[in-house]
């Protein structure tokens, strides 16, 4: 009998490994988010502190549906097409493995303005969540002002390693 409940144990303990195990993938936007901080901004100074949000909305009507690839070294093809979320499935294995919070402690108190909401003046600064495509990872930064904003399109391989990355702009005209 206890070689029957051991057994099931084990059985059970051996289906379930994935569910204990930590996330596979690394945490993108953090990645991201510090290559900005540390590099991105070093050649892109900003002239007013930038308002930088702890929690990551995913839900954000700030949310862009395609990756701003014309200025990477390797294009996507069709702006686009088969361009994929990173699969929450595969990115959080489990609830405390969900990263919805980006690490701020060590930003520079003279650039940003940590808010909890996103609430307040320009410029303010989006991380979307991951995108993929074959096993290209980008990871977009938002810097958003008024009426314009950059990306800045940060592309990462699935270690977690930037290979490339680069600036786009946008302007938004309002018709009366």
């Known amino acids: 009998m206890n070689n029957r409940i051991l057994a099931t144990i084990i059985f059970f303990l051996s289906i379930n490994v994935n569910c204990f195990s930590q996330?596979?993938?690394?945490?993108y936007e953090q990645l991201a988010f510090n290559f900005y901080k540390d590099t991105i901004l070093e050649i892109?100074?900003?002239?007013?502190?930038?308002?930088?949000?702890?929690?990551?909305?995913?839900?954000?009507?700030e949310e862009i549906y395609y990756?701003?690839?014309?200025?990477?070294?390797?294009?996507?093809?069709?702006?686009?097409?088969?361009?994929?979320?990173?699969?929450?499935?595969?990115?959080w294995r489990r609830f405390e493995d969900m990263r919805l919070e980006l690490d701020l402690t060590n930003v520079d108190k003279?650039?940003?303005?940590?808010?909890?909401?996103?609430?307040?003046?320009?410029?303010?600064?989006?991380?979307?969540?991951?995108?993929?495509?074959e096993d290209r990872i980008f990871v977009i930064v938002h810097e958003k002002y008024q009426n314009s904003g950059k990306?800045?399109?940060?592309?990462?391989?699935?270690?977690?390693?930037?290979?490339?990355?680069c600036q786009s702009l946008y302007e938004t005209v309002t018709l009366h």
Do not use: Q
């Open 151 to 165: 990306y800045y399109t940060v592309e990462l391989n699935k270690a977690g390693e930037i290979i490339d990355w």
């Open 23 to 27: 996330s596979e993938y690394p945490f």
């Open 67 to 91: 990756v701003p690839s014309d200025c990477l070294k390797t294009k996507l093809p069709n702006y686009g097409k088969n361009i994929e979320k990173l699969e929450y499935s595969k990115y």
């Open 44 to 61: 892109y100074p900003v002239e007013r502190k930038i308002i930088v949000f702890k929690s990551l909305n995913y839900d954000s009507g």
């Open 110 to 133: 003279k650039k940003f303005k940590i808010r909890k909401f996103n609430r307040g003046n320009f410029p303010k600064l989006f991380v979307h969540y991951p995108k993929v495509y």
